[in-house]
């Protein structure tokens, strides 16, 4: 199976700050097809995860500018500029390019 | 817009199922995947598998095999999962996503004597 590293574990930060999370996959990400099946979710308290970035790099419909997907290959980022109180929880990589689709064990935002 | 309603939480005994369902509304239900997904309390999250509503076309993750079962009801536009020989360590939050996009609730599955 695919194994995502995240790091951090957990990230604590101040309002308004950037904040940055690494996922490290096993493999290359990139299908047959050209495209790379990578994606971030945010897992806020008591709630369902919520996608934010699909494909390395595109936002899902009303997710903020602020949130910036990046990378290729084994090698990806997700930049949050400006955290605001909404953006705590737990962030997930997750890639569905190899069977099983795996996610990353999460990287936990919060406060300083 | 799309909404994804899971029934209610359930309080099982080692060794029976549980058969659960994800009620899907605001698309085409016959047109995207459903997906299961497991939470453990605490823990991250792990793929079982997905079904296509409109083939039945079934892919479960080879950890699952077994162990889930997915079902749907074209009628009623549901999707359902069943749990079998269930132990502790199938005590977990269960969630049904459309592509990944859109995502239920959530159904706490507690095994426990």
């Known amino acids: 199976d695919v194994v995502l590293t995240q790091t951090p574990v957990s990230l604590s930060v101040t309002l308004g700050d950037q904040a940055s999370i690494s996922c490290r996959s096993s493999?290359?990400?990139?299908?047959?097809?050209?495209?790379?099946?990578l994606e971030w979710y945010l897992q806020k308290p008591g709630q369902s995860p919520q996608l934010l970035i699909y494909?390395?790099?595109n936002r899902f419909s009303g997710v903020p500018d602020r949130f910036i997907g990046s990378g290729s290959g084994t090698d990806f980022t997700l930049k949050i500029s400006r955290v605001e109180p909404e953006d705590l929880g737990v962030y997930y990589c997750?890639?569905?390019?190899?069977?099983?689709?795996?996610f990353g064990a999460g990287t936990k935002l919060e406060l300083k | 817009q799309v909404q994804l309603q899971q029934s209610g939480a359930e309080l099982v005994k080692p060794g029976s199922s549980v058969k659960m369902s994800c009620k899907a509304s605001?698309?085409?239900?016959?047109?995207?995947?459903i997906y299961w997904i497991k939470q453990r309390p605490g823990q991250g999250l792990e793929w079982i598998g997905r079904?296509?509503?409109?083939?039945?076309?079934?892919n479960y993750n080879e950890k699952f095999k077994g162990k889930a079962t997915f079902t749907v009801d074209k009628s009623s536009s549901t999707a359902y999962m069943q749990l079998s020989s269930l132990t502790p360590e199938d005590t977990a939050v269960y969630y049904c996503?459309?592509?990944?996009?859109?995502w239920g609730q959530g159904v706490m599955v507690t095994v426990s004597s």
């Open positions: 996503a459309v592509g990944f996009r859109y």
């Open positions: 605001g698309y085409t239900f016959t047109s995207y995947y």
């Open positions: 079904i296509g509503p409109g083939s039945g076309d079934t």
């Open positions: 493999q290359s990400l990139e299908y047959s097809d050209g495209y790379t099946y």
């Open positions: 494909g390395v790099s």
């Open positions: 997750f890639q569905a390019t190899h069977d099983p689709y795996t």
